[in-house]
T-cell receptor, first 115, second 116 residues
Framework: ETGVTQSPTHLIKTRGQQVTLRCSSQSGHNTVSWYQQALGQGPQFIFQ???????GRGNFPPRFSGLQFPNYSSELNVNALELDDSALYLC??????????????FGPGTRLTVL | AQKITQTQPGMFVQEKEAVTLDCTYDTSDPSYGLFWYKQPSSGEMIFLIYQGSYDQQNATEGRYSLNFQKARKSANLVISASQLGDSAMYFC?????????????FGTGTRLQVTL
């Protein structure tokens, strides 16, 4: 069973640029959540996708957008990058959104640096 | 809104000793889930243990147990027989309903260092 994978591992961008981060969910999982973790902080929820539809969004501006594909992999897009967007971006997948004990399985993250 | 507070930025424990990591929470939701995750320096969040707000008994998973005190709104993690490999950041988190993979709210974490 393949776990959650993310690409790229590291990324350096300049202010104003756009970036796309990718996540492949664990086999059999149809729900993907994205989190931003600034240095020294806990992860903050960006949004969640369930069966290709956005299913909840945190307190992030519209320049943070996402997609989920039919194979349940997902992308996080960030436009007009700002210095404060520098963080570890974590993707987590789960087998559904409700019922039972549904811990989220996290990928290794993408470390984004904005210069 | 939900809030998780972890007041211990860093903790030291000797190998083979037990350690308790504190977590208090605040929510207006009638039911919720509580989680603990471990984050090694590699960055990946590793699930450790889960407690639903209506669960009568405290959760246990191997060397991990969750000391759930609902009236005090606390969900402390107890690690027994610490090992060097337990050195990592530990995060307490909660969800809006028990047993769901809904948005998780995390605390700021506690860095645990296990010494010889």
């Amino acid at each position: 069973e393949t776990g959650v994978t993310q690409s790229p591992t590291h990324l350096i961008k300049t202010r104003g640029q756009q970036v796309t981060l990718r996540c492949s969910s664990q086999s059999g999982h149809n729900t993907v959540s994205w989190y931003q973790q600034a240095l020294g902080q806990g992860p903050q929820f960006i949004f969640q996708y369930y069966r290709e539809e956005e299913n909840g969004r945190g307190n992030f501006p519209p320049r943070f957008s996402g997609l989920q594909f039919p194979n349940y992999s997902s992308e996080l897009n960030v436009n007009a990058l700002e210095l404060d967007d520098s963080a570890l971006y974590l993707c987590a997948s789960s087998p559904g959104t409700s019922g039972g004990r549904l811990e989220q399985f996290f990928g290794p993250g993408t470390r984004l640096t904005v210069l | 809104a939900q809030k998780i507070t972890q007041t211990q930025p860093g903790m030291f424990v000797q190998e083979k000793e037990a350690v308790t990591l504190d977590c208090t929470y605040d929510t207006s939701d009638p039911s919720y889930g509580l989680f603990w995750y471990k984050q090694p320096s590699s960055g990946e969040m590793i699930f450790l243990i889960y407690q639903g707000s209506y669960d009568q008994q405290n959760a246990t998973e191997g060397r991990y147990s969750l000391n759930f005190q609902k009236a005090r709104k606390s969900a402390n993690l107890v690690i027994s027989a610490s090992q060097l490999g337990d050195s990592a950041m530990y995060f307490c988190a909660m969800s809006r309903a028990p047993g769901t993979a809904s948005k998780l709210t995390f605390g700021t974490g506690t860095r645990l260092q296990v010494t010889l």
